[in-house]
Each structure stands twice: as structure tokens, then as C-alpha cells.
């Protein structure tokens, strides 16, 4: 299972909520962790994987949570500028301000009803695959200089991993 990057349509769309949870559904939650461990990555989100579906995937330090139908529910008022990257823009990163505390809720795969509080990189990976979920990258939090000086960057990687 490949993960999508930049240009993909998939990235740009709300994901469907997941109506219930059956053999499929974990199935496929099954795939998306395989694809983020193959990555290496700290979060996924199913449309990262071109499932337009709302699930996301967390693996930040030692806590490991898969959450259907996810939503965030607070956040702290005090934000930073921290380096964010993704895998669906490989090698480019950028400073992104994001609340330092946060609060999602959604239903785990036994079906019960989950609350995850967390800071730092945690909070940070909660925002950023809840953003996937509405169709936004971490681009899109920065300048539109900012924003095409990196797209340029990314392009031009992309160009000479294809060569």
C-alpha cells in the first residue's frame, strides 16, 4: 500500500465518516499501520493511503492509537513553531504553529468511544492527521512564499527521484 503525496486529489478531500466498524474496516486499519511503520512516520490518515475515510493512525512515543471517526475537541490557546514534515510531501519541512495541547475523540476498533489528551508531539500529530481528514496539508498553515518556495523544493526532489 503506497502512500499518496502531494497532487493526489485524495489529499485535497473531506474524508467520509466510517459508518461501522467490520472486517474491512480493520482490515484496512491493519494495512495503514503496516504503510507507517514501512515510513517510519508517527501518524497516517486513510487518505494518505487514497481511502477517503475517517481514520487516523498515532504512534508517538510508545502510545499507539487507532481512532475512527476521530474529531478534535479542544486545543490550547498557547501555540510554537515547531519543524513539521509529512509523508505525503517527502523531504521537505517547515516551522507550523500549532496548539501545544490537544484533545481528539473517537471510536476505537472494539467500538467504545476514546478521549486522547497530549501535548507536544503528540498534540502536534493529532492536528496534523485530523488536517488530513479535511482535505489540508501542513502547507497550507504556512505563507504563500513559504508555502511555493518548499513546493519548488518538493518538485524538485520528486524530478531527480524519477530520473
Known amino acids: 500500500m503506497d502512500i499518496r503525496t502531494y497532487g493526489d486529489p485524495t489529499l485535497r478531500q473531506q474524508a467520509e465518516p466510517v459508518p461501522e466498524i467490520d472486517a474491512e474496516i480493520r482490515a484496512l486499519c491493519e494495512r495503514m499501520v503496516e504503510a507507517m511503520m514501512r515510513a517510519n512516520g508517527v501518524g497516517l490518515a486513510a487518505p494518505q493511503i487514497g481511502i477517503s475515510k475517517r481514520i487516523i493512525i498515532l504512534d508517538v512515543d510508545g502510545a499507539f492509537h487507532i481512532l475512527i471517526n476521530p474529531e478534535l475537541v479542544e486545543t490550547s490557546e498557547e501555540t510554537e513553531p515547531v519543524i513539521e514534515g509529512c509523508l505525503s510531501v517527502p523531504g521537505v519541512d517547515a516551522p507550523v504553529e500549532r496548539s501545544i495541547r490537544a484533545v481528539i475523540k473517537g471510536i476505537n ?14 498534540a502536534r500529530a493529532m492536528q496534523h492527521e485530523i488536517d488530513h481528514l479535511n482535505g489540508k496539508l501542513f502547507l497550507d498553515h504556512l505563507g504563500t512564499a513559504r508555502r511555493q518556495s518548499l513546493l519548488k523544493e518538493y518538485q524538485r526532489l520528486a524530478k531527480e527521484t524519477d530520473e
Do not use: F, S
Not at 476498533?109 to 503528540?122: A, D, K, T
Open 109 to 122: 476498533l472494539q467500538g467504545q468511544e476514546v478521549r486522547i489528551e497530549g501535548e507536544g508531539l503528540l
